[in-house]
């Protein structure tokens, strides 16, 4: 039998790249898609892949959908996307969505025990501590999808085979350090968001790209393998790697450090997560390290690039802290791509915010919602003044 799968941010970059993985298999089947506004190429994939039920969550845009295509269910707003999850009838749930939207939907996908395989990474930053412990108490398994997390995923479940969790020691995340890697700081004022969106070595969505080039994206994932892998943040180190063939290592007690190889292709950790515990072919092109030549390592630098260290103070502060701080970067990097805000004008942003709201204890999923809003004001204020 074939495994539901619900796709939620189907037409973007993880969207589109978890449908190719799709449809090369025999074992998947898509039971629902969903996008934000982009309903035309949401509707085609539909078509495509003959889907009967699509989510569209910007209301209009989905009206306008329900007129286009009548071959299936169209369903609107939050709510809408929320629905998809509870009556789809999904083995797995892959939260492909970008920012703390994602929350929503992957707390109705754990509330209801279905398995999530998650690229939104901003539903543990925001709200780690409630969703490990949702999928604790209805036995949803958690499979992560960004690349560094699967490779470490892979790593410990080869380690638990044979020793146990107490000899790993530290989790190490590779960073590529992004199109701006070497810059000072002075050479970072005035670049432009063109330059900010060329990365090196991946493809991926806009907002991404941007906290690939400002390093919150490391500090993201910092936060992100503290929840998934339960390690506390002193023992999760980062380093640069430029080539972005080794995505991550575990380094453990008897000196002896495992890492996890391969060209940057997100089909690779999508299919993993989709096929768990199985593994399938995927099209990508086998590592030959000679024709690789060299692979290089640098330390981060958190003068140049501040949001690293932001995440890791907000991560250690705890409670509302890594809500706020994600808030403010997505408002940031928002403002960034409008040309609104300097580049460097984004890690201000976030600091302003942060030292505006502290950090409050979390009660229930309700304050995370609250904080997020209230974040996003005070940042929204934070950026008119640094531009001016
Ligand atoms: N791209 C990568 O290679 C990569 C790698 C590792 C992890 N990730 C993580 O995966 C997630 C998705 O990244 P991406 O690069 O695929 O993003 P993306 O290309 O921007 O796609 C985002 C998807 O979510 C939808 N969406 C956007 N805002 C939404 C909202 N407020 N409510 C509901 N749906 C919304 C978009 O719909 P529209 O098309 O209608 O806007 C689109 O389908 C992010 O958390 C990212 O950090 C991505």
Redesign the pocket.
Request: no cysteine.
């Given at each position: 039998m074939s495994r539901r799968i619900l796709l939620?941010?189907?037409?973007?970059?993880?969207?589109t790249?978890a449908l190719d993985v799709i449809s090369r298999s025999d074992d998947l089947e898509v039971v629902g898609l969903?996008?934000?506004?982009?309903?035309e190429?949401?509707v085609a994939q539909a078509v495509e892949h003959q889907v009967p039920r699509i989510a569209?969550?910007?209301e209009d845009l989905g009206a306008l959908a329900a007129e286009a295509w009548t071959d299936g269910e169209v369903l609107r707003g939050?709510e809408g996307?929320v629905r998809l999850v509870l009556e789809s009838g999904a083995d797995l749930v892959l939260n492909?969505?970008?920012?703390s939207?994602?929350l929503g939907p992957t707390v109705a996908t754990l509330g209801e025990g279905i398995d999530l395989a998650l690229?939104?990474?901003?539903s543990l930053v925001v709200g780690g501590e409630l969703v490990m412990a949702l999928a604790e108490a209805t036995g949803a398994s958690i499979l992560p999808?960004?690349?560094e997390h699967s490779a470490i995923h892979q790593l410990i479940h080869g380690e638990q085979a044979t020793g146990g969790l107490a000899s790993i020691e530290k989790l190490v995340l590779t960073a590529s350090g992004g199109p701006f890697r070497g810059r000072t700081r002075s050479e970072l004022e005035g670049v432009s968001v063109e330059q900010a969106l060329k990365h090196p070595t991946?493809?991926?969505?806009?907002?991404?790209?941007i906290?690939s080039a400002t390093l919150m994206?490391k500090g993201?994932e910092v936060i992100e393998a503290h929840h998934l892998f339960g390690t506390p943040y002193e023992r999760i180190d980062v380093v640069v790697h430029p080539q972005s063939i080794v995505h991550s290592l575990i380094t453990l007690v008897d000196g002896a450090a495992l890492a996890h190889l391969g060209h940057p292709d997100?089909r690779v950790p999508i299919a993993y997560a989709l096929h768990h515990p199985q593994r399938t072919e995927v099209p990508v092109k086998p590592l030959d390290l000679a024709e690789v030549g060299s692979l290089t390592f640098e330390p981060v630098d958190t003068d140049s690039f501040p949001c690293l260290r932001l995440s890791r103070e907000a991560a250690i502060a705890g409670g509302t802290a890594p809500c706020v701080l994600n808030a403010a970067n997505e408002v940031a990097v928002h403002a960034f791509l409008e040309g609104r805000l300097p580049f460097l004008g984004i890690p201000e942003v976030i600091d302003g915010a942060l030292q505006e709201l502290g950090s409050q204890p979390i009660r229930a999923f309700e304050t995370l919602y609250d904080a997020d809003r209230e974040a996003r004001e005070v940042a929204s204020g934070l950026v008119s003044t640094v531009t001016a």
């Open positions: 939620l941010g189907s037409t973007g970059s993880i969207g790249q969903s996008a934000q506004s982009n309903w190429a949401l569209v969550t910007d939050p996307l492909a969505l970008v920012g939207a994602g690229a939104n990474k901003e999808v960004d690349s991946w493809a991926m969505g806009g907002k991404i790209t906290d994206n993201l997100m």
